[in-house]
């Protein structure tokens, strides 16, 4: 196979990748503005309906403590802490539990 056959070969494999991308993604843009309608929906329903309670929950990020990042200190044991958030969509009141990875025996799984 000829170089120019070659990189012909190339471009078009690595157009037809792009193109399968870009339909993820716009598959992914539609189911995510199809959530965000439905978690409307809910809670607006929760709103008007005493039956119905409607929460969002985020297991947010790690937070690895203390907080440092020079010299040694760097590659010194950090203990991890997790911090789970529940939020009411109905009322707006949001609970937040912390615990540290001794107290989770690890992780945040057991």
């Known amino acids: 196979?000829?170089?120019s056959a070659k990189r012909s070969m190339n471009v078009?494999?690595?157009?037809?990748?792009?193109?399968?991308q870009c339909n993820l993604y716009s598959k992914h843009q539609e189911r995510k503005q199809r959530i965000r309608e439905l978690k409307e929906?809910?809670?607006q329903l929760s709103k008007t309906d005493g039956r119905v309670h409607t929460v969002t929950f985020d297991m947010q990020q790690v937070l690895t403590s203390p907080m440092m990042n020079v010299g040694t200190l760097y590659y010194k044991r950090e203990y991890n802490t997790y911090n789970?958030?529940?939020y009411s969509l109905k009322d707006a009141e949001c609970d937040c539990y912390m615990w540290h990875e001794t107290t989770a025996k690890g992780d945040g799984v057991k």
Do not use: I
């Open 12 to 20: 078009r494999k690595m157009y037809e990748l792009y193109e399968q």
């Open 41 to 43: 929906e809910q809670k």
């Open 84 to 86: 789970f958030t529940v």
């Open 1 to 3: 196979m000829k170089g």
